[in-house]
């Protein structure tokens, strides 16, 4: 079986000006600080890793301006699955146009670049009173995943694919802020310390952070709800 290796590297942050291309590269299968590095197995049936359901958590992690009567954050999302084989076509396509001659490039993918898919939640929300952690964070239960999904479809490579846009105005910063994106990752969990270790994932995290100087980041890795964010 042919197979391409692909490197994941996640980052803690991403800068709200900086655009979030995915870059594919060619690497060895290793595993060393951090760096997630795994075989493509194309079309692996894998039931067991997908959840009967997810719970999406979007968390406004850190607001100078929590405290103001003036914050407010608002943000509209949409969930979709990506079967693999949708994935990998739009990927060679979209390789066709940006790298005719091989090699790597970088791609801002969208929900209107897979010609299939399965939304499995959508919504949007706006909140003022943000002074706690908990009125903070706005939590979907309940999203039915694998029952969605046809049984052959049900392969380790897929995507998960969230779509947002959020805004944020802190009343201390006197600050409006603005980020859209697309966030993949795949349908389960990866342990970094036990190779070959994959669990089904059942919380999708969509984290927001503002600094004391107006800069607005974001993440998709885990978090708990009492983490605290210490800046330099």
């Known amino acids: 079986m042919h197979r391409v290796l692909l490197v994941a590297v996640f980052a ?7 655009s979030l291309p995915v870059t594919f590269v060619a690497a060895q299968t290793r595993q060393s600080k951090g760096l997630v590095v795994h075989s493509y197995e194309p079309n692996v049936y894998a039931p067991q890793l ?3 359901k997810l719970k999406l958590k979007v968390i406004l992690v850190n607001l100078p301006g929590s405290n103001s009567a003036d914050s407010s954050w608002e943000a509209a999302y949409q969930l979709y699955f990506i079967p693999e084989a949708a994935y990998e076509a739009a990927n ?3 390789r066709k146009e940006l790298a005719p001659d091989g090699g790597g490039f970088n791609w801002n993918p969208t929900a209107s670049h897979f010609s299939e898919k399965t939304l499995l939640a959508q919504g949007s929300f706006k909140k003022k009173g943000l002074a706690t952690p908990q009125d903070r964070i706005h939590a979907t239960d309940n999203i039915i995943f694998k029952s969605k999904i046809p049984d052959k479809k049900r392969t ?3 995507r998960l694919l969230m779509s947002y846009s959020v805004k944020i105005y802190d009343g201390q910063l006197k600050l409006p802020l603005y980020r859209s994106s697309v966030w993949l990752t795949y349908p389960f969990n990866e342990q970094p310390a036990q190779a070959n270790r994959f669990s089904p994932r059942e919380v999708i995290f969509a984290n927001f952070l503002v600094s004391p100087r107006g800069s607005l980041f974001a993440s998709q890795l885990p978090r708990n709800n009492n983490d605290i964010v210490r800046w330099p």
Do not use: P
């Not at 803690?12 to 900086?18: C, I, N, P």
């Open 12 to 18: 803690f942050f991403s800068a709200s000006h900086l």
């Open 50 to 52: 997908y959840a009967d």
């Open 92 to 94: 060679q396509r979209v």
């Open 156 to 158: 380790k490579f897929a």
